[in-house]
């Protein structure tokens, strides 16, 4: 074969390998057919990572894996938690700095059996790791695991529970503190094989507060460290808005926040920032409602308050509008805003469109006798979300529809240890919020997770509430229920020759 064979041949290669990454990425040309529409196929591999829950001896924690059923998907896979182990320099595990030394690396905490069934494990004492998950093939799409510890007693007493998240490269966490009575810590865990940077901002009511640590902090793989946000600062500010952005490598992220008075619960990371935000089920019976919002642009906000509540949006009376300076943390008292009926609180700009971020602590119960839990601004539950770690009359589930009437599915699984799913529809309507009589497995053992869909109308925010009183305190947690992100758009493209044409 000549030179010039070759050169044709290689020219009409390159020419094919052009024209399929143009029929992929751009617009078709006059008269070529157009590109097809994505489609929508399921995960294949999830990671999630589970903060270390407690230090305190007297912590009782459970974990609860799920992953619904989803179409598409093919036979194989297994999902698994294993402890967050850091590792040595000739790749072996090594027990986490000062977290569960003596854990094996190889020994998976649960290991879910078949998806639509939850799996559970059970630990105690204040040295039990942070862990990292990951499921692929049919246990990755929109695989949940929910963390839930009990203390009854010491600072931060009470329930605190987290679904653990995945790794990302920002958070936003809107209701952390450094007051005297608070002891806030921000855990970082990475999952990855090499070392991530890690920078912690924090802002208060004049804005940034310099940190006493300024090259960010250096987490080792498959390790996770707890940072004390006190030791970032001597400043002691009620309301702060933390800032985890990540310059090499992922982690997870989230913020205990422990109260010597008012026992303490997981501060999720709020949805990114947004002009709209809805910050989903407050429960009834709530004594006492704080926001706290922040805006990380150029421009001052203005935002209306209101809730929604069972009848409609209603304006707090007092708490109209809500002015948050730029770069600074400004916060609410709400008091018990929802008045014994379900409530939501939905910001919205009152002129110009700007983004923030923003969280609610609430607080039930009377004065030496009172539990905390957060609510973090959060996305619509979208085709698909689940809350796992549900057990009868201890959970109430929130729906809301701040724009329009919805109609949402909601599933019960399997039990734990026993029983069938079942369904229930509900309509929800336009800028109300309903704590649902959510379904029961048949022959319920175990625990159980909700699965809710949006079949139709306008988006759809929610919340899971577990309660559990322990010598006269209403121990309580509150989780958002984000779209699962089980599904990925994959374009379809087809080859086009008419780019070959003259």
Known sequence: MNRTTLSLIAATSALAAVTAFAALDTPSASGAAPVKASAELPVERTSLLCPAPSSSEIADTSYTSFTPVTKGTGSGGKAELQAAIEQ????????????????QAGKPVLAPKEPGTPATGDTSGGDTPA??????????????????????AGTGRGLQGVNCTA?????????????????????????DDSAAVVDIELY????????????????????????LLST???????????????????????VQALDDKVGGDWLAAAADPAPDVVLPGIPKDATDVRLIAFT????????KVRLASPSGLITPAGHETLHVKSGMTTSADLGDVTRGEAGSLVLTPTDQSVPVVAALQVIRGKSGKQETAFIPATVPVGTRATSADNSGKSTTLALTAPTATASVKVTASAGSDGGSPVSKTYTVRSGTTQNIEAPVPTGAKGTYALTVETLSGGPVYASRTLAATEQGVPGFTVQTLPNDRSLISVPRADEDLSVLQH
């Not at 040595?88 to 854990?103: I, L, R, V």
């Not at 808005?241 to 992922?250: D, I, K, N, P």
């Open 296 to 303: 990380p642009g150029d421009a001052d906000a203005d935002l």
């Open 232 to 254: 970032l600062t001597d400043e002691r500010q009620t309301d702060l808005t933390v800032h985890v952005s990540v310059r090499s490598g992922r982690v997870g992220a989230a």
């Open 204 to 227: 208060g009511k004049d804005g940034a507060i310099k940190s006493a640590v300024a090259d960010g902090f250096t987490i080792p793989p498959h390790a996770s460290e707890p940072v």
């Open 131 to 152: 862990l990292v998950g990951t499921a692929d093939g049919k246990f990755a799409p929109g695989w949940t695991v929910q963390e839930t510890t009990e203390v009854v």
């Open 88 to 103: 040595s320099a000739d790749g072996t595990g090594a027990a986490q700095k000062g977290k569960g030394t003596g854990k």
């Open 167 to 191: 790794p990302d490269t920002e958070f936003w966490f809107p209701g952390a503190s450094t007051a005297a009575a608070r002891t806030d810590y921000v855990h970082l865990t990475n999952p």
